[in-house]
């Protein structure tokens, strides 16, 4: 029973499951056949609005993005149901190589039509898979309406999901670090939807309030950055985040901004391709591993700077 | 890069606690694998469906409850249904031998009890999933 790519593309765009899962692994496994996959399927590429979600380990992104898909499951525009898919990423352990994806315990009580993708980073340090973005792709041509990201739970600096998302919602609650911790670079500059959640614990107000102070410094915003309150677990404030990104899409679309953000995205997509490839050619290559040794033991007999040994190596590279 | 082995670790039905499913999703994490962890009290269909969603080249169900007998055959048959009939589906818990013996029967792989030792689980599975796995193109 082995399946082509083209009975497996006309299997996603029938919308079924199996085959769109399928996929979804030659994708996620960069397998050869991802080129022929992306041609296919990229008249379909481009409906689904994504929304990536990301903040610290615990924040409750999972229990959120349930309750938000959930919202828009049975609240579809025009009366139809709305298709929401969801794509969890969690972290590959770099010493194993195992992962433990655990989203779906937040997410068991949805839907059966909402289609939930977990994946392991498998190494890649911006807060998602190098693939997450290819991952979605597939799942829009899938036909969802809504295509939900959560990163891996995220310090500072993985910030990634800005640029494979059309919006950026950062998850914070209270009682984790104070106002400096909101000021330094990262997390809060791809901010453009903060949710306070777990407004159910003390602080909550007082997070929002320095949010607020903080946003007001930001050099280039001319809209106020849009909070909101939530309690995942109690379903409170759903509503009014729901609201809040269909606005968010509505502002995007009416002045251009989406199509601005997506090529912006596609720009650096392309950067990301481009250098992985390079790093694939030059360090997978055959006798490489080998010429980084000998290249090390130059360096310690003094023979060669570290800086010297770099540009020796691109020079071989770049004529 | 060789591609990684996925599992669905599961604890279906109503019963008790699922110590015994995340100590196995722990041991195959640990050794190298992506396990999808779904927690308590799921149904056949809501395995059947994640392990279809997910891809997973196996699904570990962790039973205590007894039911071994409706639910192992249940869960084949969705995913027959769904054509995922690669999925190897195997599990462990307390099961009389005769009941392991008759689950392999219908297509369910091996069934460990309590106390097998983690590194045969891994083996097993190791061993097994190569042999199931369809090329994509
Ligand atoms: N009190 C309270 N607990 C919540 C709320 N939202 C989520 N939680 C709990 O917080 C814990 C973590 O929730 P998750 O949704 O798994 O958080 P996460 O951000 O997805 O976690 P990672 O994916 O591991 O980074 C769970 O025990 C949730 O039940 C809330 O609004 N209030
Ligand atoms: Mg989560």
Not at chain 1, 1 to 17: I, N, Q
């Amino acid at each position: 029973m082995s399946d082509t790519v083209d009975e497996l593309v006309a299997g996603l765009f029938r919308s079924d499951a199996r085959a769109t899962a399928r996929l979804i692994t030659l994708v996620e496994d960069e397998a050869p056949e991802v080129a022929r996959i992306q041609s296919a399927i990229r008249d379909r590429v481009g409906r689904a609005y994504r929304v990536g979600f990301t903040g610290p380990p615990g924040a409750g992104k999972s229990t959120l993005v349930a309750a938000l898909a959930k919202h828009w499951v049975n609240d579809g525009e025009s009366g139809r149901v709305a298709r929401v898919s969801i794509v969890a990423v969690d972290p590959t352990s770099p010493f194993t190589g195992g992962a433990l994806l655990g989203d779906r315990v937040r997410m068991t009580s949805l839907d059966p039509s909402v289609f939930i993708r977990s994946m392991a980073n498998r190494g890649r340090l911006g807060g998602i898979a190098a693939t997450t973005d290819g991952v979605c792709d597939v799942l829009d041509a899938y036909g969802s309406d809504w295509l939900l990201v959560e990163t891996v739970g995220v310090g500072q600096s993985e910030v990634e999901i800005a640029e494979c998302a059309d919006v950026t919602v950062v998850v914070l609650t209270p009682g984790t670090g104070d106002s400096v911790q909101l000021l330094k670079a990262g997390l809060m500059e791809v901010a453009e939807i903060v949710v306070v959640n777990k407004a159910d614990r003390p602080g909550a107000d007082s997070l929002v309030a320095e949010i607020q102070s903080i946003v007001g410094m930001r050099p280039h915003s001319d809209v106020p950055m849009p909070i909101v309150s939530t309690v995942a677990t109690e379903n409170k404030g759903i509503d009014e985040l729901a609201k809040t990104i269909e606005e968010y899409r509505t502002q995007q679309v009416s002045r251009g901004l989406l199509e601005t953000r997506r090529k912006r995205n596609l720009r650096a997509k392309i950067q990301r391709l481009v250098e992985a490839r390079l790093r694939r050619e030059i360090w997978g290559g055959k006798g490489a591993s080998e010429e980084l040794d000998a290249t090390v033991e130059c360096i310690l007999r003094k023979e060669e700077t570290p800086w010297d040994a770099s540009e020796r190596i691109v020079k071989k590279w770049i004529r | 890069m060789k591609k990684k082995i996925r599992v669905l670790v599961c604890k279906p039905g109503l019963d008790g606690h699922d110590r015994g499913a995340k100590v196995i999703a722990a041991a195959l994490r640990d050794a190298g694998m992506e396990v999808v962890y779904t927690g308590l009290r799921q149904t056949p269909e809501m395995i059947a469906r994640a392990a279809v969603q997910e891809d997973v080249d196996v699904i570990g169900l962790s039973i205590h409850s007894g039911a071994h007998m409706t639910l192992f055959p249940r869960v084949l048959d969705l995913l027959k249904q769904a054509g995922a009939t690669q999925i190897l589906l195997t599990g462990g818990g307390i099961i009389p031998e005769d009941d392991m013996a008759a689950l392999r029967k219908i297509g369910v792989g091996e069934l460990f009890g309590p106390g097998t030792p983690m590194d045969k689980i891994v083996e097993y599975i190791r061993a097994e999933v190569p042999k199931r796995r369809t090329v994509g193109a």
